[in-house]
């Protein structure tokens, strides 16, 4: 009889002590999936891909771009960085144009698409400010919707997306399809001719 209420004593202990353990191992599992989550988060990042396609000099189509919080991909122009550097914007528009990411750094917004909501996009369309007048090289550039308003305001807001510090970027070779090139040269002819003082 004087036995029964220690053994009740061990018992209840045993039991608390199990319910703290479960419980910590339930608390151990919720920081584990927070932080797991915080990293997913941090880890995330934009990404744009855009091919050498031909073009009617009015707008390009970017090929694919995911944008975590939303946004816009904008278009640059190509400047070069090294004057000294290969142009390649004679090439194919079948052809791989290497080392691109070397050789060019983005240059004035050329373009812009409409508002981006977040996640993957495809085939985005970019209509140009003004109208291409040669093949050359440009780059699509993932942008954020930093004031909320939906409206791409970059300089003043909407900076690119970047990782490591550095813009996220892809560029492409343009190739103006050949009626444009062909109607250009004759537009420059005639204005040729009427600097000149002759008829066309």
């Known amino acids: 009889m004087v036995m029964l209420p220690r053994a009740r004593t061990v018992g209840v202990t045993v039991i608390a002590t199990l319910v703290l353990l479960s419980g910590a191992s339930i608390a151990f599992t919720v920081i584990d999936a927070s932080t797991a989550q915080d990293n997913e988060t941090e880890n995330e990042t934009a990404t744009v891909t855009f091919e050498n396609q031909t073009s009617n000099g009015s707008a390009v189509v970017v090929n694919n771009t995911t944008l975590p919080e939303g946004g816009f991909v904008a278009i640059h122009a190509a400047a070069l960085v090294d004057e000294n550097a290969t142009d390649n ?39 140009f400010n003004e109208s291409l007048e040669e093949s050359q090289v440009l780059i699509a550039m993932p942008h954020q919707d930093t004031n909320d308003n939906q409206t791409y305001e970059f300089p003043e807001a909407d900076g690119p997306y970047t990782s490591d510090g550095e813009p996220v970027i892809d560029d492409a070779l343009i190739t103006l399809e050949n009626g444009m090139n062909e109607t250009m040269d004759d537009d420059m002819r005639d204005d040729d001719m009427m600097d000149n003082g002759s008829e066309p």
Request: hydrophobic share 25%; glycine share 8%.
């Open 89 to 127: 914007m004679t090439a194919d528009k079948n052809e791989t144009v290497t080392n691109m990411s070397k050789e060019y750094e983005p240059g004035d917004v050329l373009g812009n698409s409409t508002y981006l909501a977040s996640g993957d996009h495809e085939n985005v369309t970019v209509e």
